[in-house]
């Protein structure tokens, strides 16, 4: 149904389903005067760049893409956003990076005042605070340490495999299940004694611990850098309760993570984007099952040799012995270094 007779029929249901006949004989009367007289009212079109606003995307929505106009600026609230390189001849993009709660994104186009390089696609349900240009412009221009922070992100997303694609090669081949470490056989709950964890952190010599739930479930991490925050909050507690702390008092909650499928490619840029030493590792990112962590000692350690191994496979050289040389070379240099420092002292 459509034309006069689907307006006469919608409004008809329309006026039915109100609650007073003084309301219906009043919307009667507005829709029959606008038969008459042209409307009144005009909607202004609000001006984007100059909003601030909160946004809500499901898992798998796109943000934004690249090539699309740089209109706002977003810092994450809750969830994770994955970014993805440029498509490329086949019309393919990789995920290059995962960001989570506190970080920000869209910087670099609105800096460059181009386009969009990158895309960036919802990983989990997330909620953003957006900026406009303007206002983005305007807070960082106004704001040092937010303007350093942008400048240092912009420097610290450059594209690194563009003079690495050997290094990129190898990661490709690299399963991140084989770098895993497994967590300790007793995880750490929100309900656990602060005294707990710091004992647990200084007998293993842990970067970190996990906070799982009873179902395993990965909700948060007590780093070493948290231990500082304990002395804020045990200074705010009450008289008598500042041995009473828990765990869930001074955890990280939702911790950025990577799943057992991503790639070592990945597991290092998320590394290096956070400046972490060490990243846990999840089943997926709906049930966030803590699985372990990898450091990045054994992700390096694991890349060189298997530069070596290539290395050896042009030269027609035995692996172990290029490992050994390399090895040796660097004990020698460790040496001489402690040598002269020791000069120096002296």
């Given at each position: 149904i459509s034309g006069f007779l689907a307006w006469f029929l919608w409004r008809g249901v329309y006026l039915m389903k109100l609650p007073s006949l003084m309301q219906k004989i009043k919307v009667g009367i507005e829709w029959a005067c606008d038969l008459v007289f042209p409307r009144t009212l005009a909607h202004l079109k609000a001006d984007r760049s100059r909003?601030?606003?909160?946004?809500?995307?499901?898992?798998?929505?796109?943000?934004?893409?690249?090539?699309?106009?740089?209109?706002?600026?977003?810092?994450?609230?809750?969830?994770?956003?994955?970014?993805?390189?440029?498509?490329?001849?086949?019309?393919?993009?990789e995920i290059v990076a995962v960001l989570g709660p506190g970080d920000f994104f869209g910087e670099r186009a609105l800096v460059d005042t181009g386009g969009r390089e990158s895309s960036v696609r919802a990983r989990t349900d997330v909620e953003v605070v957006v900026l406009g240009r303007n206002v983005f412009t305007q807070v960082s221009a106004a704001l040092a340490p937010l303007r350093d922070a942008i400048a240092q992100a912009v420097k610290r997303r450059t594209n690194i495999w563009k003079n690495l694609t050997e290094m990129r090669e190898v990661l490709d081949t690299i399963p991140l299940k084989h770098l895993l470490e497994p967590l300790p056989d007793d995880p750490l709950s929100v309900d656990c004694r602060l005294d707990d964890a710091i004992d647990r952190i200084n007998r293993e010599r842990l970067e970190f611990c996990c906070v799982v739930d009873e179902c395993k479930r990965l909700i948060g991490i007590v780093t070493r850098s948290d231990l500082f925050r304990a002395i804020e909050v045990a200074a705010a507690a009450d008289v008598g309760s500042e041995l009473n702390l828990t765990v869930k008092d001074i955890?990280?909650?939702?911790?950025?993570?990577?799943?057992?499928?991503?790639?070592?490619?990945?597991?290092?840029?998320?590394?290096?984007?956070?400046?972490?030493?060490?990243?846990?590792?999840?089943?997926?990112?709906?049930?966030?099952?803590?699985?372990?962590?990898?450091?990045?000692?054994n992700l390096m350690d694991c890349i060189v040799k298997r530069l070596l191994m290539v290395e050896q496979g042009e030269k027609g050289q035995p692996a172990k012995k290029i490992v050994k040389v390399t090895k040796e070379t660097m004990q020698i240099n460790i040496e001489e270094i402690l040598a002269k420092v020791g000069q120096d002292r002296q």
């Amino acid at each position: 149904i459509s034309g006069f007779l689907a307006w006469f029929l919608w409004r008809g249901v329309y006026l039915m389903k109100l609650p007073s006949l003084m309301q219906k004989i009043k919307v009667g009367i507005e829709w029959a005067c606008d038969l008459v007289f042209p409307r009144t009212l005009a909607h202004l079109k609000a001006d984007r760049s100059r909003r601030v606003c909160r946004a809500y995307y499901p898992a798998g929505d796109f943000i934004f893409r690249a090539g699309e106009p740089a209109t706002d600026f977003y810092v994450i609230d809750q969830g994770e956003v994955e970014v993805l390189s440029s498509p490329d001849n086949n019309g393919s993009s990789e995920i290059v990076a995962v960001l989570g709660p506190g970080d920000f994104f869209g910087e670099r186009a609105l800096v460059d005042t181009g386009g969009r390089e990158s895309s960036v696609r919802a990983r989990t349900d997330v909620e953003v605070v957006v900026l406009g240009r303007n206002v983005f412009t305007q807070v960082s221009a106004a704001l040092a340490p937010l303007r350093d922070a942008i400048a240092q992100a912009v420097k610290r997303r450059t594209n690194i495999w563009k003079n690495l694609t050997e290094m990129r090669e190898v990661l490709d081949t690299i399963p991140l299940k084989h770098l895993l470490e497994p967590l300790p056989d007793d995880p750490l709950s929100v309900d656990c004694r602060l005294d707990d964890a710091i004992d647990r952190i200084n007998r293993e010599r842990l970067e970190f611990c996990c906070v799982v739930d009873e179902c395993k479930r990965l909700i948060g991490i007590v780093t070493r850098s948290d231990l500082f925050r304990a002395i804020e909050v045990a200074a705010a507690a009450d008289v008598g309760s500042e041995l009473n702390l828990t765990v869930k008092d001074i955890m990280v909650r939702d911790p950025i993570t990577v799943t057992i499928k991503d790639t070592a490619a990945l597991a290092l840029m998320t590394m290096r984007e956070h400046g972490l030493k060490s990243l846990p590792v999840v089943d997926n990112h709906q049930t966030r099952i803590a699985k372990g962590y990898i450091r990045i000692e054994n992700l390096m350690d694991c890349i060189v040799k298997r530069l070596l191994m290539v290395e050896q496979g042009e030269k027609g050289q035995p692996a172990k012995k290029i490992v050994k040389v390399t090895k040796e070379t660097m004990q020698i240099n460790i040496e001489e270094i402690l040598a002269k420092v020791g000069q120096d002292r002296q």
